[in-house]
């Protein structure tokens, strides 16, 4: 064994013999941070139409809740970088709790424009949370880490129920000030979930991850990290595409709150529920294979939607859509894996998720333009163009090319 690979064995022997533990932590983390982005999701349209100054800037508060998801990418890769992912948590679970209080404050004060700073900080806290994943493939030995990842997506299920509820039993508790107590219990949880990742033991960054590794032109030019892009890309941001528009569709066809918190928690639940078991799929059938078949869901989910609007419609979309996203995203995430090496984890890794987010803004910004000027069939026909882009891109031939952790073994054998 080379000095190299002792090293690493050093780094990782401790993270493997605790790693089942820190993945439960990640993955109770997730299911209470998670809660966060059900928030916002379910009632940040609806505010925002409140309080919005034109009806077309009704989704705007989501869609600034999308770009503090991708500003704050890089920022928190780099923090996890310098001084470990643990300080990177505790960050974001700061902003978590800011950001329920602004947004209490937005809605007292009457301020859209307040409420949408407060979505960006919950942004950035959704950005921290979703690199939980990539956090517990790094406590595990290799051939551990598309489970433990999926694992820790699967806490998310919790976060579909935790979520939508808040919203449902706490919405009218602060009369007049619709939604204010929700955002309060928002930022409580958000306390907890702090309290949770205060016992993750993460490998801290080695001296070799500091430096940076190989330089970034030079991993993004590998046609399998150029394919896990595109189609996290395009099922991330079709995912959120539909999904901001899907609560305030859901009223103007004159469908109930109840309705959509209830059609929203079985999309969050369908997003992370098959967290269960992706993983295995991802071993059994290869990354590739579960991607298409999370696009081809995401299209279902689409053409479904187009064949009516009452709730049962809405709902199995919804469903549909989240199965899709978790298949499509979380086989992607696992190509990200095979993109580099240990020493350049946290760049690559921060720097996939801020092209996915960014491109996702851009979606999310669209979706609400889309609604209010052509309706929800339109938001659905859209869909079907980025998922032809992301099958032409998953047809590409990666296979050939073997992942950079087997080529770095056999560089070091």
Known sequence: MSHADANTATRLGPASRSGDADVLRLAVAQALAGANS???????????????????????????FVVGMAACTLPAGAIARRHGRRAAFLTGTGCGVLV????????????????CLGTFFGGAYAAVVLSFRFAAADCVAPERRPRALSAVMAGGVFAGVIGPQLVTYTMDLWQPYLFAATFLAQAAVAVVSALVLFGVRVPMPT????????????????????????????????????????????RLCGLSQESSNLGLQWHIIAMYGPGFFTGRLI??????????????????????GLTGVDVAHFWLTLILLGVGWNFGFVGASALVLECHRPEERTRVQSLNDFLVFGTMAAG???????????????????SFLPLLLAGAALSWKT??????????????A
């Open 283 to 304: 071993t059994r059938f290869g990354a590739p294979r579960v991607v298409a078949a999370g696009l081809a869901l995401t299209a279902a989910s689409a053409a479904i």
């Open 100 to 115: 329920g209080l602004l947004a209490a404050l937005a809605v007292v004060l009457g301020s859209f424009w307040l409420f």
């Open 207 to 250: 001296a070799a991850e500091v430096a940076g590794g190989r330089p970034l032109g030079a991993i993004v030019r590998q046609p399998r990290f150029i394919t896990a892009v595109i189609c996290g890309v395009v099922s991330y941001t079709l995912m959120n595409f539909i999904m901001t528009a899907a609560p305030l569709a859901m």
């Open 399 to 412: 296979e050939t090319q073997a992942p950079v952790s087997e080529q770095g073994r056999t560089s070091r």
């Open 38 to 64: 059900a928030v916002v999701y379910a009632t940040g349209a609806i505010v925002g139409n409140m309080l919005a100054p034109s009806k077309a800037l009704a989704t705007l508060p989501i869609s600034i």
């Open 364 to 382: 999310s910004f669209s979706s609400g333009g889309l609604l209010a000027s052509y309706g929800w069939d339109m938001v659905l026909w859209i």
